[in-house]
Nanobody, 124 residues
Framework: QVHLVESGGGLVQAGDSLRLSCAAS????????MGWFRQAPGKEREFVAA????????YYADSVKGRFTISRDDAENMGYLQMNSLKPEDTGVYFC?????????????????WGQGTQVTVSS
């Protein structure tokens, strides 16, 4: 079992930055790939970014490429999502998730564990 807790969300203006954190506990976090997803009101949860166990391979949704950066610190059992140049369409609840094995990290059903989410609201 991996327990994930997100933090760092908030209300910001367009163009601002936020850094989301994901604290992991339980099983060895370094054994899992990590991803970030978001869900806007009335919409399905969508892929945002992911990082492999090694930390050397990352993936991004086209909508955030060049603005968001995913990272991890296995020594601290932490994952991060640095979000720059935020836009109103980035508004939603952001979830971190952990996936075991070599799987397609853009697919939410491939993840084994999920956090409860943190709200990000970007005003125009």
């Amino acid at each position: 079992q991996v327990h994930l807790v997100e933090s760092g969300g908030g209300l910001v203006q367009a163009g601002d930055s936020l850094r989301l954190s994901c604290a992991a506990s339980g099983r060895t976090f370094s054994n899992y790939a990590m991803g970030w997803f978001r869900q806007a009101p009335g919409k399905e949860r969508e892929f945002v970014a992911a990082i492999r166990r090694s930390g050397r391979t990352t993936y991004y949704a086209d909508s955030v490429k060049g603005r968001f950066t995913i990272s991890r610190d296995d020594a601290e059992n932490m994952g991060y999502l640095q979000m720059n140049s935020l836009k109103p369409e980035d508004t939603g609840v952001y979830f971190c998730a952990a996936a075991y094995g070599i799987v397609d990290l853009t697919i939410l059903t491939k993840y084994d564990y999920w956090g409860q989410g943190t709200q990000v609201t970007v005003s125009s």
